[in-house]
């Protein structure tokens, strides 16, 4: 293996959108840096299965709605 070529990895801390934290190693940063979450497994829909409002720009949703509207989306 070369030297020199890896990252270096160190200590964050992970804030979490509850306000929780924890500690792991990671090349974010420096060491004892913080990484304030904006979305994390606790507010996500993919891992909380809340469904989320689609924006709807230039009426691109509603035309889209509209055209497979029989397909029982």
């Not at 090349?27 to 304030?36: I, S, V």
Request: a positive charge; proline letters at 4%; aromatic letters at 10%.
């Amino acid at each position: 293996m070369k030297n020199d070529i890896h990252p270096d990895y160190h200590m964050i801390t992970v804030a979490m959108t509850n306000g929780t934290t924890y500690q792991t190693r990671s090349t974010y940063g420096k060491e004892g840096d913080t990484l304030q979450l904006d979305i994390d497994p606790t507010t996500h829909p993919a891992w909380t299965g809340v469904q989320g409002n689609l924006m709807d720009r230039g009426g691109r949703v509603t035309r889209f709605k509209d055209k497979f509207k029989g397909l029982g989306f």
